[in-house]
């Protein structure tokens, strides 16, 4: 399983951006796709997943200014995150999870796109 992400960048404090991650390979059909972010010095956590299904999770305080979807017939996940704030600077991880089969509870991830927001 693969996952590309694409859309990070630097943005001024208040813009918006959005990222993209396709996956691609031998994913179960129920599964869970979104993403994880780690700032610098910080450990890496969640910002927003949604399954094949349609639920989310969103991490602490993040719905609101940051919208997770996707497109199931494409296995691409997007997040798009509005008034950014510097505090949101980290380098972001497309993550994905068999949610069934034999492989119920496999993890993948991308290898993270660098989101700078200016002050």
């Known amino acids: 399983v693969q996952l590309q992400a694409s859309g990070g960048g630097v943005v001024k404090a208040g813009g918006s951006l959005r990222l993209s991650c396709t996956v691609s390979g031998n994913i179960f059909d129920e599964n869970a796709m979104g993403w994880y972010r780690q700032a610098p010095g910080k450990r890496r956590v969640l910002v927003a997943a949604?399954?094949?299904?349609?639920?989310?999770n969103y991490g602490r305080s993040l719905e609101g200014r940051f919208t997770v979807s996707r497109d199931n017939a494409k296995n691409t996940v997007y997040l798009q995150m509005n008034n950014l704030k510097p505090e949101d600077t980290a380098v972001y991880y497309c993550h994905a999870v068999d949610l069934g089969g034999i492989n119920y509870g496999l993890e993948h991830w991308g290898k993270g796109t660098l989101v700078t927001v200016s002050s």
């Open positions: 949604m399954t094949s299904g349609g639920a989310t």
